[in-house]
């Protein structure tokens, strides 16, 4: 799987949209861009994932640039407990048997 | 979204003791299962993945007669950790994926993880 790089904090106030960037320069055509953040001391949570087109949830967007080699993810209201470590992970297809690899993530804090 | 649990939360247990630790998919069926670890400050490890009714792949590293995983069920995985030492002290978060035609994008779901203190 790719390697992606992230920031390794950002700090956004509550209420504003949070861009989470994201590189992933060598990835190739059948990776897909998956999204997860992990509160304190919780385990991972999905947020959002996308090939090519940019993608929308009710928790975020997504948004992948045409070559592919970088993403942002979008929180456009941030609160408080949108505080956690954002991980960006590209990963081969879509099967069950595909694992995910975990960088170091983004620390985003959100302040008051 | 689908629901995994973990149990026990937290466990502190001897040295030279075995800890065993359940992961759950409530609301659907998991073929796979994937077990990390993490450490203070560091981000998630992959230990294994385990299919049902299969053996667990180990990834590189990880000691399979230490870290004993059984997926005997669609919705139950098991970790155990034999023989605990401090240095094996770590947060262990379990994963489940549907799979199958069940799944609509075989995402991950994740458990809320188990602390482990060896003394």
């Known amino acids: 799987d790719a390697k992606t790089t992230q920031p390794p904090s950002m700090d956004c106030a509550e209420g504003r949209a949070a861009n989470l960037p994201c590189n992933h320069s060598t990835i190739s055509g059948n990776e897909y861009v998956y999204w997860y953040r992990q509160i304190h001391s919780q385990g991972p949570q999905y947020i959002i994932h996308g090939l090519k087109n940019n993608e929308t949830n009710e928790m975020a967007s997504l948004i992948i640039t045409e070559d592919r080699k970088s993403s942002t993810l979008i929180l456009p209201h941030a609160t408080l407990r949108d505080t956690a470590v954002y991980y960006c992970i590209v990963r081969v297809g879509r099967s069950s048997n595909y694992k995910l690899t975990f960088g170091k993530g983004t620390l985003l804090t959100v302040n008051p | 979204g689908a629901v995994v649990s973990q149990h026990p939360s937290w466990v502190i247990c001897k040295s030279g003791t075995s800890v065993k630790i359940e992961c759950r998919s409530l609301?659907?069926?998991?073929?796979?299962m994937f077990w990390y670890r993490q450490f203070p400050k560091q981000s998630l490890m992959l230990m294994a993945t385990?299919?049902?009714?299969?053996?667990?792949?180990?990834e590189q590293g990880v000691e399979k007669d230490k870290f004993l995983i059984n997926h005997a069920s669609l919705t139950l995985s098991t970790l155990t950790v034999t023989s605990a030492h401090p240095e094996d002290s770590s947060f262990y978060i379990c994963?489940?994926?549907?799979?199958?035609?069940?799944?609509?994008?075989?995402?991950?779901?994740f458990g809320p993880g188990t602390r482990l203190t060896v003394l």
């Open positions: 385990s299919n049902e009714g299969s053996k667990a792949t180990y």
């Open positions: 994963s489940a994926s549907p799979g199958g035609a069940s799944g609509s994008y075989n995402e991950q779901f």
């Open positions: 609301d659907f069926q998991a073929t796979t």
